[in-house]
């Protein structure tokens, strides 16, 4: 299948300084990424939806001023914390579609960030 | 917000039974997905079955789908100790993906 990856698998930083987390689909073009968030023992709470060469749409909820997205290739999505706070603490996942008619997405590994 | 719900949140079986979760959502999908997820590890695709599908196979797994009670299963024959992992199901609208609470299965040895 496609695989997806994503960088890095774990991260640790200071509040108030900003986090990037890269999402690349390896062998295959996306126009779309998605980008998920999961708190412990909790399922995935869609954040944003990433658009190729437009830009992202937000969940409720979600602040785009905090949580910036950038998708400026057909393989690379940017999510980026801002301004990072331990509740910003989770594990961030992103997936793609092959944009294909049959929506199979595949998932990169997650990020695991924690903000001390 | 999640749509689906899934039973039960956590189950503890022994090698070689099977184990059988369920999944129920809310509004019109295009298909139902499968996914499991180990501790602290992104999401593995098990299964895929369309709207007009209302059984799938593929190796030990078997998922349903009752478009009527909007509803799908999925069912783990002669499950492992390697099959320990949450599995979560995830409807698909349109290009979104909304995923249900997850079960957490336990497969003692």
């Known amino acids: 299948g496609a695989v997806v990856s994503q960088h890095p698998s774990w991260v640790i930083c200071k509040s108030g300084t900003s986090v990037k987390i890269e999402c690349r689909s390896l062998?295959?073009?996306?126009?779309?990424m998605f980008w998920y968030r999961q708190f412990p023992k909790q399922s995935l709470m869609l954040m944003a939806t990433?658009?190729?060469?437009?830009?992202?749409?937000?969940e409720q909820g979600v602040e785009k001023d905090k949580f910036l997205i950038n998708h400026a290739s057909l393989t690379l999505s940017t999510l980026t914390v801002t301004s990072a706070h331990p509740e910003d603490s989770s594990f961030y996942i992103c997936?793609?579609?092959?944009?294909?008619?049959?929506?199979?997405?595949?998932f990169g590994q997650g990020t695991r960030l924690t903000v001390v | 917000s999640q749509q689906g719900e899934e039973d039960p949140q956590a189950l503890s079986i022994q090698e070689g039974e099977n184990a059988t979760m369920n999944c129920s959502y809310k509004?019109?999908?295009?298909?139902l997905q499968w996914y499991r997820q180990n501790s602290g590890r992104g999401l593995v695709h098990l299964i895929l079955?369309?709207?007009?599908?209302r059984e799938k196979h593929s190796g030990r797994l078997r998922v349903t789908l009752d478009t009527s009670k909007k509803s799908s299963s999925l069912l783990i024959t002669a499950s492992r100790a390697a099959d320990t992992a949450s599995y979560f199901c995830?409807?698909?609208?349109?290009?979104?993906?909304?995923f249900g609470e997850g079960t957490q299965l336990t497969v003692n040895p």
């Open positions: 997936s793609a579609d092959e944009d294909s008619l049959v929506a199979e997405a595949f």
């Open positions: 062998d295959f073009q996306a126009t779309t």
């Open positions: 990433s658009n190729e060469g437009s830009k992202a749409t937000y």
């Open positions: 509004t019109s999908i295009n298909n």
């Open positions: 079955i369309r709207s007009n599908e």
């Open positions: 995830a409807t698909t609208s349109g290009s979104r993906l909304t």
